[in-house]
């Protein structure tokens, strides 16, 4: 089995290639190279932390570590959206809403996905 098969992973990579849009296309063009190129960052770290843990989950510890890095860079990406919506940059609320919910719903995801593995 791959990660490209975890719904964590999937989730990721769409709110990855979502994320890059929006902050190419919907910021200021200051906003871009300031909060726009950060939360371009911390939203690939949460896909590339699934994947590094993936490949050593044959130490559960470490896989664990990993997943656990990807919560707190998806935690670090829903405060750079915040940033972004709380200061104006951010004007399409509806984009904004639906971005928010979904990086919850990941957030949600990989805890859930560390207590299955824990409990393995």
């Known amino acids: 089995m791959s990660y490209k098969k975890f719904e964590i992973w999937q ?3 769409e709110l990855v290639i979502d994320i ?3 902050s190419l296309t ?16 911390s939203s690939k770290s949460v896909k590339s932390n699934i994947v590094e843990g993936y490949g050593r989950k044959r ?9 656990t890095y990807s ?3 998806n935690d670090e990406t829903i405060d750079h ?10 004007q399409n609320e509806k984009l904004y809403a639906n971005l928010h919910k979904r990086l919850e719903v990941l ?10 593995i824990e409990k393995r």
């Not at 063009?29 to 190129?37: A, D, L, Q, R, T």
């Not at 130490?59 to 997943?67: A, D, M, S, T, V």
């Not at 957030?107 to 299955?116: H, P």
């Open 59 to 67: 130490y559960k510890l470490e896989y664990i570590k990993f997943l």
């Open 11 to 13: 989730n990721a990579r």
């Open 81 to 90: 959206l915040e940033n972004l919506f709380e200061t104006g940059s951010l």
């Open 107 to 116: 957030g949600k995801k990989l805890n859930l996905f560390i207590q299955a």
């Open 71 to 73: 919560i707190a860079s």
């Open 20 to 22: 890059h849009k929006m």
């Open 26 to 41: 919907e910021l200021p063009k200051f906003e871009m190279f300031e909060e726009g190129s950060q939360i371009r960052r």
